[in-house]
Each structure stands twice: as structure tokens, then as C-alpha cells.
């Protein structure tokens, strides 16, 4: 199916819900996603964004400057999934725990609004062995119209260029609590420290990174083409001292690198999603 045709499939599902509240992280998808929803459905589209310790701040106050430069109406709120004991111990389903917990909280806060639908922003590359939050989506009866339409991320990079959309190259992001090992009890300090570490690390150059956790070692995940130069002495010194200063008790390159097959299977056994 041609780009275009995707590209009216989901303006179609737009037309038939009339109003919509589209969960919205600033990312690439939900960026896309609300950006074509209200395209389509101008002020009947509403955003809603959880602001939580599981993301950076950068991307709450991004979220906010992209609604104001369009005019949508945009409602965020407060989410503390350390409050819940089910999500601080990290079990292997703490994505689905955590994912109904935030879709109910969102459909409580708009069931007044007289909106026909909550959207969110899996595409059709989604993998919902990988991503266990999913489920909690479809039991909720939350849509995933970038999904039904049949778009994958590079069709919504594509989109998103076209439509001259910064995120278009926006480096893939993820929960700050996908950083940390399955079963390894998650503290605002843990995320404090992953938040800080990519903060640091990405301000050097390196715009697609992880840094997981384990232990309280750090294991850094950069693409392959990237290692040379993040592993060159005085780069990996000053990341090492400064990782060490946050906490870290060492700190170690992934040298299978971010985005290859080993890496991205252990990544979604250990996460359940990158």
C-alpha cells in the first residue's frame, strides 16, 4: 500500500470518531499522531500527557511547546507510578501494570470532555510480544489509529517530514524504567540517575543511546557506527568519571551496540519494550 493510502486511512478513522484525546509524549508517533489528528479534526482534538519520574523532563516541556505553537488544548497531570508497589518492584509485566494504570487515569480525566475515543501511538512496527502495555490498550478499549492505518516508524518519520515536523529525526525514546533490570525494585534516584547519565552523554553528540542499569553498573548502548568515537580515551574517561559521580559503580560499553539483533532481543526480554 502506497504511502498516500495510509495517509487517508488514517485521516478516515479521524473523520469517524469526530472528537478524539490523543495520549501524548512528544515523541515521534504521538507527535505525528496528534499533529494528523488535528489536521483532520482541529479543536475536537484533544492532548493529554502524564507527567511521571518514567520521562525525562525535556520531553513534558516539549510536549507543552508543541501544543501552544499549534493552539490544541492540552492537559497534563501528575503520575507517580513509584506510589503503586506493583510497579516499583518491576516485574516482567510492569509495563502493562503501569500502561492501565496511566490509559484508566486518562479516560477518567476526559469522560466529561464528550470525546468518542483515547488514541495512543503504536505503529504497525509495534511488536505486542515486546510490548506488553498493549494489551492493557485493547482491554481499555484504547485505538491505535497510526497502527489500523498500517504505518511504520520510518512511514511516520517520512509524514513527519513532509509535514516539516522537528521530530521527523527525533532519536527513538523510551520509559526511563525500560533502562533498569526486570525485578530490580525501581527509585526515583535509579531514574533520576538514567535521566541524568542520557542527558549527559547525549549533550556530547550521541543523539540515539541507552544506558542501562544493572546492580548499579551502568552498560552503555550506543549504535555500532558510534563506538569508535564514544570509546576513544579521553571521551570514555570523562563519561566514566561523570557516570561515577552520579552514582554509578561502573560503567561498561555495550560493544554488540544499540539497535543490533542481540542487543534489541535482550533489551525487550530484560524491558519489554526499547
Not at 113 to 133: Q, Y
Not at 230 to 239: G, H, L, V
Request: hydrophobic share 40%; with cysteine.
Amino acid at each position: 500500500m502506497m504511502l498516500s493510502e495510509k495517509e487517508e486511512r488514517l485521516h478516515t478513522l479521524f473523520r469517524a470518531w469526530e472528537k478524539a484525546v490523543v495520549a501524548f509524549s512528544a515523541g515521534v508517533d504521538s507527535t505525528y499522531l496528534l499533529y494528523a489528528a488535528h489536521e483532520v479534526l482541529g479543536d475536537n482534538v484533544t492532548a493529554v500527557t502524564a507527567v511521571s519520574p518514567f520521562m525525562p523532563r525535556e520531553e513534558t516541556e516539549e510536549a507543552q511547546e508543541f501544543c501552544k505553537a499549534l493552539g490544541i488544548r492540552h492537559i497534563t497531570f501528575e503520575f507517580d507510578p513509584l506510589a503503586s508497589e506493583d510497579i516499583a518492584a518491576n516485574p516482567k509485566d510492569r509495563c502493562y501494570i503501569c500502561k492501565r494504570a496511566i490509559f484508566t487515569e486518562i479516560i477518567s480525566l476526559v469522560e466529561d470532555m464528550g470525546a468518542k475515543i483515547v488514541l495512543d501511538g503504536s505503529n504497525a512496527d509495534d511488536d505486542p510480544a515486546l510490548r506488553p502495555g498493549m494489551k492493557a490498550l485493547a482491554e481499555l478499549g484504547v485505538r491505535s489509529p497510526l497502527r489500523e492505518a498500517g504505518l511504520t516508524k520510518a512511514d511516520i518519520r517520512e509524514l513527519s517530514r513532509q509535514a516539516g515536523l522537528d521530530t521527523w529525526d527525533k532519536p527513538a525514546l523510551a520509559c526511563l524504567a525500560t533502562r533498569i533490570a526486570t525485578g530490580e525494585e525501581l527509585t526515583l534516584r535509579k531514574l533520576e540517575m538514567t535521566a541524568g547519565a542520557e542527558r549527559y552523554i547525549r549533550a556530547l553528540g550521541f543523539t540515539q543511546l541507552r544506558v542501562r542499569m544493572r546492580d548499579g553498573a551502568a552498560r552503555i548502548e550506543v549504535p555500532p557506527a558510534d563506538i569508535p568515537r564514544i570509546a576513544a580515551t579521553e571521551t570514555a574517561r570523562r563519561i566514566n568519571d561523570t557516570l561515577r559521580a552520579m552514582g554509578y559503580t561502573s560503567v561498561s560499553l555495550d560493544l554488540a551496540g544499540y539497535g543490533s539483533p542481540n542487543t534489541g532481543q535482550k533489551a525487550g526480554q530484560l524491558h519489554g519494550a526499547q
